[in-house]
């Protein structure tokens, strides 16, 4: 058993992983993960607490958002690799997410990137498997760029993590990619800032973050086309019902929070393709 420290990073590592656990068990001709199951009972961690958070609607919610995320992204994974079949798969900001796993065609490489401290307890609860690749950077660092051989084509996605960074950051970072990586494709998931501001009374909260105008959102993809000249295309998806509707799979408030996600806060995944 791997012992889990409140109020740690270690902590906000498992909220994710737990959340599909839970998912998997309300929604599993939706939604089924062994492997969350599994790492969760590998675990010395009292879920009580969270248990009770996620086991009502609104937690249950939260839970169907980051099950249906990881789908999104992994159907994207999924569809860049068919043409690209030897493709590196790289997960940014990857804390416990095991979507390469679950998008490995037996010939793409995979790299898992997340703050030294983060990979550390990866290493511990998810190591390295065959073709994968646990690395220790900040993602501000482009010297992780420098890890990926891109030479066979490159896809990258990034999973509730570009919240955190500040608009400025992002641009730099996605214009250092699409020069880097020619032909290569990033997806993740945004917000609008309203949305934005929601988060502030919840995590964005825990994480410091208060200046939430200056914090990265999306209003309409259009703010990001005119970022770079080596962008080829920019997309956007409904969250929760753009790659699998599950919007009459689902309960009536769950439906109206669907709604809400769609129109109000502009839950979205941005797919953008290098030049």
Known sequence: MYHIEKNTVQETLIIPLFGRKVCSEHFPELFKDPEAERICSMLDYDFAENGQKMESAVGLFGALEVAQRQYDLAWEVKEYLIKHPYAA??????????????????ACVGFNIDMPDVIKVRNEILPAGERENNLG???????????????????????????????????????????KFPGGIIVFDSCNQRGAKMMTKTWLKEAGISDVGAFFSVEDKAEIEVWSNDFTSVTARSYMRGYRDIYNEVRLLHKLMIRFCDSLVKMQIIKITFK
């Open 137 to 179: 950077y900040d993602l501000n660092d482009e010297h992780w760029m420098d890890e990926i051989d891109p030479s066979h084509g490159a896809v990258f996605f990034a999973s509730g993590v570009f919240y955190y960074f500040k608009t400025e950051a992002v641009r730099k970072l996605l214009q250092k990619m699409a020069k």
């Open 89 to 106: 798969v790289v997960n940014l900001g990857c804390g416990l997410d095991d979507t390469f796993r679950k998008c490995d065609n037996k």
